[in-house]
């Protein structure tokens, strides 16, 4: 018989995603995506609640890169004294100075920051600092172990008075009057009250102290510091604590430490120099005295008044040989004193801008002061080992060999000099040979006095330039901002919480859902069939809700039963070409459970509910299931009509008053099911049934366990293969394509059982919108179920 399909039952070929469909799959399970949202939102609830909140503090300084700083405009007038030179500042170098342990710890130190105060919430600890503390805290013994020392203990004012120490333990160890020294595994100390008036007896402040390493690390890692931009020499520091006005003194203190370390640094050279000058004016104000005494006897025992005045005539023109003299004997005595200098202090810096005639060694002791800093400023943060310092002390030793064969060179010219220039005064001498012999001696001792108070003035000079450079040097780093943060918390960004908590509360049950579908090879929908058995589909039955196995009933109008009512219809038109007036309809499926009996059942009474008459037939004679189903007590069954020869069909037909049709049980099971449905008998049965009846429904075994149905098949005019939705392994829609394509059964058409009509994935021609198109049974809304 040529296979016809039901006007509703026509198969779509469109393998497009469906994107609602899609949707309504996971919109099915709205209350685990509900239940998942409140979870994760309470959960960001209770995190922003007892996370203590972080405050972003920053500080923005401009470093001086020796290009585009300088001095104020009213030091410009000792441009000459050599004031105003630098170096080129690394940025980088700078960066990581800020970033060193050594600050680091000085700061940590200075604000013992390795002590924390806090006060116990409800739930969390809330820090306590500088003032806002009701206690202070002085440690007066800050031996190794305070610094090495991880503790708590607890301080508990007793009375206005008087206080307790207890330990890690909340064990009370001491017990102490404020002011009193008291002693401690970390030293001694004293617990004063900042403000006596505010002092609360019960009140606990909780003490944590800290390795020195470990806090140092925690804010190494902690403060930021990176240039603004690459065009600039601005930089920012910035740290996030939960104690705003922590961060903006421990920025602060940092950058101070740093300027105070940039001007010692610079104020090496000038310190030198000082310490050079003074040890040479001690030494030539002895000299100065010495000769001024001499030139005191001198004219004491000549009786001299203005010797000067009575020779001017005959030395006028010895004044020039004289000036060249004084000039070449104080600078050989200056170069003498730098090079016992140098041969004295070999690492140490060179005294600057001491006039000397030679600008080449001028310019190489600047450099050679200006490396020396920079090296000395590097190793304070990393080691001698570092190529820095290997490639800056090369340079020191070839450029400080480069002054000492300079000053070599130097001495010797002026020794040479010195001499033309005493050869010129010998002759000038011979020719004021009348001269008499008082003033030539005065003229020597007069000589010696001049070189020495020349020297000596010009070393005051000296020290006062150099007292001015060592007050007017001026730190690295001008603060730009000082350390500020807003009120506004930048940790935890609570939107951002929310929001992450909103998201996760969707992503984890759309996974896990996903993940159920990616893993589910159950059929669940028409679909899933059509996309592999090319059968036609008669219809769906919806899931029932309760455990009655006979859910049709003459005024019944659930969905179920408008679903039986619509599948007899249908198969009405696919039986529509069959010519005898009573019609066979075999009722199977691929693996037992599938809800094939219920099916039978239910067919059959929507059948006889029409007025015809029904003959049910319990051919599964492995498994029957007809009879507890129906509660009708076991007589004699289809398995004793096979064996028994002279039972007639009539004998073992029962009437099923209740719903209306006649049925066959399946009887007893036999051993030799296949054999005994293969003789002639069952055809009896089935004639007996079509003489009779109006419909003959046979309710057979599983076709990919046993033969049984096989063997029946070609006695069928409709094939009803039951699929179970959720129940069924879509690998095992193979076999019944196998079966509708070889025509192992005829007429066969598809039936999807218990399909789930609430779940939102899926279609069903005619049934997604509720049997009956408003006339099915009236919902009720969780609500009314939960409060009536």
């Given at each position: 018989m040529q296979n016809e399909q039901p006007l509703n039952t026509i198969q779509f070929t469109d393998d497009s995603i469906n994107i609602r469909e899609e949707i309504e799959k996971y919109l099915y399970h709205w209350k685990w995506f509900v239940l998942g949202v409140v979870l994760a939102v309470s959960s960001a609830f209770v995190y922003l609640r007892y996370t203590p909140n972080k405050y972003e503090v920053s500080t923005t300084i401009l470093v001086d890169d020796g290009e585009?700083?300088?001095?104020?405009?009213?030091?410009?007038?000792?441009?000459?004294?050599?004031?105003?030179?630098?170096?080129?500042?690394?940025?980088?170098?700078?960066?990581?100075?800020?970033?060193?342990?050594?600050?680091?710890?000085?700061?940590?130190?200075?604000?013992?920051?390795?002590?924390?105060?806090?006060?116990?919430?409800?739930?969390?600890?809330?820090?306590?600092?500088?003032?806002r503390s009701p206690l202070k805290i002085t440690f007066l013994t800050k031996e190794p172990v305070f610094y090495s020392k991880d503790t708590?203990?607890?301080?508990?004012?007793?009375?206005?008075?008087?206080?307790?120490?207890?330990?890690?333990?909340?064990?009370?160890?001491?017990?102490?009057?404020?002011?009193?020294?008291?002693?401690?595994?970390?030293?001694?100390?004293?617990?004063?009250?900042?403000?006596?008036?505010?002092?609360?007896?019960?009140?606990?402040?909780?003490?944590?102290?800290?390795?020195?390493?470990?806090?140092?690390?925690?804010?190494?890692?902690?403060?930021?510091?990176?240039?603004?931009?690459?065009?600039?020499?601005?930089?920012?520091?910035?740290?996030?604590?939960?104690?705003?006005?922590?961060?903006?003194?421990?920025?602060?203190?940092?950058?101070?430490?740093?300027?105070?370390?940039?001007?010692?640094?610079?104020?090496?050279?000038?310190?030198?120099?000082?310490?050079?000058?003074n040890k040479r004016l001690e030494i030539i104000t002895k000299d100065l005295f010495a000769v001024e005494k001499e030139v005191e006897q001198f004219k004491t025992k000549n009786k001299l008044t203005d010797i000067a005045a009575e020779a001017n005539l005959v030395l006028q023109s010895n004044v020039e040989i004289e000036n060249k003299l004084v000039d070449l004997n104080t600078q050989l005595t200056l170069v003498t004193d730098i090079e016992q200098y140098m041969a004295e202090n070999k690492d140490d810096l060179i005294p600057a801008n001491l006039g000397l005639a030679d600008v080449s060694i001028n310019a190489g002791t600047e450099q050679y002061n200006q490396l020396v800093l920079e090296r000395n400023r590097i190793l304070q943060s990393s080691s001698a080992q570092n190529p820095v310092i290997v490639n800056l002390n090369a340079q020191i030793k070839k450029i400080r060999a480069s002054i000492v064969k300079s000053i070599a060179n130097l001495k010797s010219s002026l020794t040479i000099a010195l001499k033309n220039v005493k050869r010129q005064e010998n002759r000038m001498s011979s020719k004021i040979a009348s001269v008499p012999q008082q003033e030539r001696e005065y003229r020597d001792i007069k000589r010696q006095q001049q070189i020495i108070e020349s020297l000596y003035l010009y070393l005051l000079q000296k020290r006062e330039e150099n007292?001015?450079?060592?007050?007017?040097?001026?730190?690295?780093?001008?603060?730009?901002?000082?350390?500020?943060?807003s009120?506004?918390?930048?940790?935890?960004?609570?939107?951002?919480?929310?929001?992450?908590?909103?998201?996760?509360?969707?992503?984890?049950?759309?996974?896990?859902?996903?993940?159920?579908?990616?893993?589910?090879?159950?059929v669940h929908t028409r679909k899933d069939v059509e996309a592999v058995v090319k059968a036609p589909i008669l219809g769906d039955i919806p899931k029932t809700k309760t455990d009655k196995k006979v859910v049709v009933s003459e005024h019944d109008r659930t969905s179920v039963s408008e679903s039986f009512r619509l599948l007899r219809t249908n198969i009405n038109f696919m039986l529509s070409k069959v010519t005898e007036k009573s019609k066979v309809i075999f009722v199977t499926s691929t693996v037992g459970g599938e809800g094939k009996t219920f099916i039978s059942i239910n067919l059959a009474t929507v059948l006889a509910l029409s007025g015809k008459k029904v003959l049910l037939i319990g051919a599964d004679i492995r498994k029957p299931k007809i009879s507890d189903y129906l509660g009708v007590v076991k007589g004699k069954g289809l398995t004793h009509f096979l064996m028994d020869k002279t039972i007639q069909p009539a004998e073992i037909i029962e009437k099923v008053d209740e719903h209306r049709f006649d049925m066959i049980h399946s009887g007893i099971i036999a051993p030799n099911p296949s054999e005994l449905l293969m003789n002639n008998r069952f055809n009896e049965v089935i004639a007996y049934g079509k003489q009779h009846y109006d419909y003959v429904i046979v309710d057979t075994a599983p076709v990919n366990i046993v033969t049984d149905t096989l063997l029946l098949g070609d006695k069928a005019d409709l094939f009803i293969y039951v699929v179970?939705?959720?129940?069924?392994?879509?690998?095992?829609?193979?076999?019944?394509?196998?079966?509708?394509?070889?025509?192992?059964?005829?007429?066969?058409?598809?039936?999807?059982?218990?399909?789930?009509?609430?779940?939102?994935?899926?279609?069903?021609?005619?049934?997604?919108?509720?049997?009956g198109y408003g006339y099915s049974e009236k919902k009720t809304s969780w609500f009314k179920k939960r409060f009536t």
């Open positions: 585009s700083s300088g001095m104020a405009s009213e030091l410009a007038a000792f441009e000459d004294l050599g004031l105003l030179s630098g170096s080129k500042i690394s940025l980088e170098n700078e960066i990581e100075l800020l970033k060193s342990r050594n600050l680091l710890e000085r700061v940590v130190k200075d604000l013992e920051l390795n002590v924390a105060y806090y006060r116990q919430g409800r739930v969390i600890e809330t820090e306590l600092f500088k003032e708590v203990f607890t301080v508990l004012v007793t009375s206005k008075e008087t206080f307790a120490l207890k330990n890690s333990e909340k064990k009370v160890v001491s017990e102490s009057v404020f002011g009193e020294r008291v002693h401690t595994s970390l030293g001694d100390i004293t617990v004063t009250p900042m403000q006596v008036d505010k002092i609360v007896k019960g009140d606990e402040i909780i003490v944590k102290v800290r390795p020195l390493k470990s806090v140092i690390d925690s804010y190494k890692n902690r403060i930021q510091i990176q240039p603004v931009n690459k065009s600039s020499s601005v930089i920012k520091l910035s740290l996030k604590d939960p104690v705003k006005q922590k961060a903006q003194v421990i920025l602060d203190r940092l950058v101070t430490h740093y300027n105070n370390d940039a001007v010692a640094y610079k104020s090496l050279v000038a310190k030198n120099t000082e310490t050079f000058i007292a001015i450079s060592l007050a007017v040097t001026l730190p690295n780093a001008k603060i730009i901002d000082k350390a500020y943060g009120n506004i918390p930048v940790a935890p960004k609570r939107k951002v919480v929310y929001l992450a908590a909103l998201l996760l509360g969707i992503i984890v049950p759309f996974g896990v859902i996903y993940l159920l579908l990616l893993f589910d090879n159950k179970r939705a959720n129940y069924l392994d879509k690998r095992l829609l193979e076999f019944p394509q196998i079966l509708h394509r070889d025509q192992r059964l005829p007429n066969m058409s598809i039936l999807i059982n218990d399909v789930d009509a609430e779940k939102g994935y899926g279609y069903s021609y005619g049934y997604g919108y509720g049997y």
